[in-house]
């Protein structure tokens, strides 16, 4: 037996509240049916943006009583109770404090995303101007969260499995590979929808505990893994090199990721920029700079690397001259600015520090002399994510 009580109330994210039932007569007609009573929640979660940045919002459209087989309750633990006739439930909503992370940030708080500025001094065989430029853009990328710090490679095992990477490490680096493998020529966006329909037909329609995993994809046809990774680009060439990969590691690696590069591009559709961030995101080791299409543009913009349209040249380029600290923190880095602000197209030369300060060489003047434009503003802000900190502190920043 099910009853549903409907109810318009919102959980607040950061006072959740509690539920309880006063139950008596409930489980008094519950001991005459041998069953007992359980209160689950429906409480669907989506990950949704606010003015002051992502966050996650959670509602609750309705509750649910819900009468299940028990056999923890005696009759004698419900002596005295009284029969008064037709069922009466009463849910009682009590707020208390939980605060293990800060969902929404405060009104007068920048989104915590932050990346270590660089205190080395520039040595001849670097490019000038490079830490400056470096950390100009740490400090802007402390006032946005771009789909990269959200829905990037790196981040999609942990969204779509909370704590997977300390619950089952095998698991968390198999869906960190599969989550690389679908990235190339494909939005953040996209290829978080695609790896969470992966994960989500595991785990509730094939059945495997750990969702999205070796043996999952193994057992699947190759039709079947293209329909859910359809919105990806190239969706049929992957869902061909996720198969073949899935083979490799079972027969030659135990089921596991590789540790060293060499082996890693031997998997199918694994080149040296997913290779590299796999190898430091899957096992901490830090041999390579991840080089992607954001970081490829920006690096040859800024003289940080020779003219080319080869990433792979840009990737030697910066090893030579990069202090290896910064290796991990420039892909993150530099794809959320080439995401939000510096862009292919329709860049945003106005909000830029870098434009203002004259560090960067390449600015579009006509844009530069927009700025503080109340339409411009409205422009500025119709893209992947919210700039509204980045807007209003920019002249601080200058």
Excluded at 68 to 93: A, M, Q, V
Excluded at 285 to 308: E, F, Y
Aim: aromatic letters at 8%.
């Amino acid at each position: 037996m099910v009853r549903k009580l409907r109810s318009s109330a919102q959980v607040d994210p950061v006072r959740r509240g509690s539920v309880r039932i006063l139950k008596n007569r409930v489980a008094k007609r519950a001991l005459k049916t041998e069953t007992s009573v359980s209160f689950a929640k429906n409480v669907p979660k989506f990950a949704g943006e606010s003015k002051y940045g992502p966050a996650e919002t959670i509602s609750k459209p309705s509750s649910t009583i819900k009468i299940e087989p028990d056999e923890g309750i005696s009759p004698t633990s419900l002596t005295g109770i009284k029969d008064e006739g037709p069922l009466d439930f009463r849910i009682k909503y009590e707020p208390f404090e939980t605060n293990p992370l800060q969902v929404f940030p405060k009104k007068d708080e920048s989104p915590a995303n932050i990346f270590a500025k660089s205190t080395l001094t520039e040595e001849e065989h670097s490019p000038s101007n490079w830490t400056q430029i470096y950390n100009k853009v740490v400090e802007m990328r402390a006032k946005f969260i771009a789909p990269v710090d959200t829905m990037g490679c790196e981040r999609i095992p942990e969204q779509i499995n909370p704590l997977i990477r300390h619950s089952n490490p095998k698991v968390f680096r198999f869906q960190l590979l599969i989550s690389l493998m679908l990235s190339s020529q494909t939005k953040d966006e996209v290829n978080y929808d695609a790896v969470s329909r992966l994960n989500h037909y595991f785990l509730t329609e094939a059945g495997y505990i750990d969702g999205l995993c070796i043996e999952a994809v193994n057992n699947s046809s190759e039709s079947t893994i293209d329909s859910l990774i359809q919105k990806v680009g190239f969706h049929n060439r992957k869902s061909q090199y996720m198969k073949k990969s899935c083979e490799l590691l079972r027969d030659n690696f135990d089921g596991d990721i590789p540790k060293t590069i060499k082996e890693i591009v031997t998997l199918p559709g694994v080149g040296p920029k997913m290779g590299y961030l796999l190898l430091y995101k899957a096992w901490n080791i830090s041999d390579g700079i991840g080089v992607d299409v954001h970081l490829h543009r920006l690096a040859t913009m800024w003289n940080w690397a020779p003219k080319t349209d080869k990433p792979e040249t840009t990737r030697l380029a910066l090893q030579e001259w990069l202090p290896k600290e910064y290796w991990a923190d420039i892909n993150p880095l530099l794809v959320g600015f080439g995401q939000m602000v510096c862009l292919p197209k329709g860049n945003k030369c106005d909000i830029c520090s870098l434009a203002t300060t004259g560090l960067c060489k390449n600015v579009n003047k006509k844009v530069l002399k927009l700025r503080g434009d109340p339409k411009r503003l409205i422009d500025v802000q119709k893209g992947r994510g919210d700039l509204t900190h980045l807007i209003r502190d920019i002249e601080d920043l200058a």
